[in-house]
Structure formats: structure tokens, C-alpha cells
């Protein structure tokens, strides 16, 4: 991470990542948890049976916990980011321990009602280099 | 060719605001969220160094808001079209910093309703907005959630 990121060091084109991620089951269960509480149950995203009985392959990762995972790539970019926007399209489905990697690039940058803001394109692919998850996303840094 | 009048389904739901309740923030929460998701921003993730932020406390994550969104039942908007129907993106806007402490008032409403033709036919996607304000009525978080319906290619 860098520490503190300055608007005026980000130039259009650079690259924000990758980040490489694996999800498990114990991972699901604690972001499930944090507004429902311990007992979740056995669903899709907890459980290959549950997920199974669906037609799917195995247990997925929420929708909920992929932008999550999408926005920690755009806040541990650094310290100084703050992320104000995030809108993604879910192209398919996540699955439970498989290396993903999420990355993102800059591609516009400007000063809008005083506040430095940069465009950016993320996106969340498997490791054979489907891409999952795609979006946008405006985030904001500190001038220098 | 199709228009959006074309679609049928319950027009008056459009526009109405539904209320969802409301929702207490606690650092746990937040340092669950965080911890769940990898999220290393202090401000989200660090109590201490989020003090001597220009924020002066932990704050929520930016997709925090999301975890109250995620299982609600809705209305149901009747849409008769398609067979099959699924998730399909979602838009989170940081209004405001969500802190420990704050309770949050949510409402949704059907935002739009609207057709498009891809290359596995026509497909129509209902749009939800979620609008989040905190105990000081400020607004804090907005959530747009997609869903689309079309017909299978099992015919």
C-alpha cells in the first residue's frame, strides 16, 4: 500500500493492483455474520451441498462480499484514498478458494465542486482469466 | 420493435418510497466487516490511527451499507416477462462517513424498469435504489441494485 497517494502523483493509464485474493467458507461466514448474526445457516454461499442442490458447481462467494472485495482493492490502494463511488456488473459466479485477482486501472482524472477525483476500471477475474466481476469507480485524493 | 411501455408490470411501485427500518453501526461491525473483506485502510480497519484521521474515528467501509441490503424482500413488481431472472450489478455511492453509534434509516424504491436487446435476446432489467440517512438525517450511502429477467434458450 502506499502510505499517502497525492492526486498530483497519479497520472491516467496507471495501474491500481493486482491484488490476489482467496475466499473460504470461514471468511463468508463472518461477513454474513455481521448484520445477521452467528446463525446464517446453510445456503449457496455457505455450504457446496446447499450450493450443489442449486445446480451449482460449489458454494459462492455473496455478490454483497465481491463488491467489498472490489472496494478493498480501491481503499488499500493507500491510505489516502477514499472511495466514493462504486458501480460493477456481475458477469458470473465466485467461487470458494480460488485464487482471484482484482485490478484496476486510471482512466480519467480531474477537480469536480473541489474535490480530486480520479475514474477508474476494475475488475475481479479467476485464475483462468475470466473476468467475473467488471465495473467503475470514482475515488477521491488529497491534493498535494 | 419494443418499447419500455411495452413492458408490463406493476407501474404503481415506481417512485414509492418503501421503509426497511433502521440499523445500529457498531465498531464491531465495522471491524468484522473489514477484517471479512481485507480491508486494510486504518480508517475502516484501525481504531487507534482512524482517531488521528481527518475523520476522527473508525468509519464504515464504503460498501458497508450493503450488508442490510443484502436479503430483503421487496415488493413484488409483477413483471410478466422472461423466465429466468438474476442479479445483475449494483452502484454504491459514499455519501457521508457511517461511524459507531450511528442508526441508520433506510427505504427503497423501484427506480426504473427498461428493456435491452443483447445478443441472447431481450432483456428487462428492474432497478432498485436503496437511499440511507443517519440519526442526523443526513444522507450517507446510496445502493442501486440491477435485476434482470429474460427468457431461456431451452425453447
Not at chain 2, 14 to 38: H, K, R, W, Y
Request: hydrophobic share 35%; proline share 4%.
Amino acid at each position: 500500500m502506499n502510505k499517502e497517494l497525492y492526486f498530483d502523483d497519479v497520472e491516467i493509464g496507471d495501474d491500481i493492483g493486482p491484488v490476489e485474493r482467496t475466499v473460504n467458507v470461514e471468511q463468508v461466514v463472518r461477513f454474513l455474520s455481521v448484520h445477521q448474526g452467528r446463525d446464517i445457516g446453510t445456503n449457496r454461499f455457505t455450504s457446496e451441498e446447499a450450493a450443489q442442490k442449486e445446480g451449482l458447481p460449489g458454494a459462492i462467494v455473496p455478490g454483497a462480499m465481491n463488491i467489498a472485495m472490489m472496494s478493498t482493492l480501491l481503499t488499500g490502494w493507500s491510505d489516502t484514498a477514499r472511495l466514493k463511488k462504486l458501480d460493477v456488473v456481475f458477469r458470473g459466479m465466485v467461487p470458494h478458494n480460488k485464487t482471484l485477482k482484482l485490478a484496476g486501472i486510471v482512466t480519467d482524472k480531474d477537480v469536480v465542486d473541489g474535490e480530486a477525483r480520479l475514474e477508474c476500471d476494475v475488475f475481479l477475474e479467476n485464475d483462468e482469466g475470466t473476468r467475473l466481476i467488471i465495473g467503475n469507480a470514482i475515488v477521491l485524493l488529497p491534493q498535494r | 420493435m419494443t418499447t419500455d411501455d411495452d413492458i408490463k408490470y406493476d407501474r404503481s411501485l415506481l417512485g414509492v418510497s418503501n421503509p426497511l427500518g433502521q440499523f445500529q453501526v457498531t465498531a464491531q461491525m465495522i471491524l468484522d466487516f473489514s477484517e471479512s473483506c481485507g480491508e486494510t485502510n486504518p480508517v475502516h480497519s484501525d481504531e487507534a490511527k482512524a482517531k488521528e484521521s481527518e475523520f476522527g474515528s473508525l468509519i464504515a467501509p464504503p460498501t458497508f451499507c450493503n450488508v442490510f441490503v443484502n436479503g430483503l424482500s421487496r415488493p413484488d413488481i409483477k413483471l410478466e416477462f422472461g423466465d429466468i431472472g438474476f442479479f445483475a450489478g449494483q452502484a454504491i455511492e459514499s455519501l457521508a462517513p457511517i461511524r459507531p453509534g450511528d442508526t441508520l434509516n433506510a427505504s427503497t424504491k423501484l427506480k426504473e424498469v427498461y428493456a435491452k436487446t443483447g445478443r441472447s435476446g431481450k432483456m428487462v432489467f428492474a432497478v432498485w435504489e436503496t437511499s440511507f440517512s443517519n440519526q442526523n438525517d443526513e444522507d450517507v450511502a446510496r445502493v442501486q441494485e440491477s435485476y434482470v429477467r429474460r427468457n431461456s434458450r431451452k425453447k
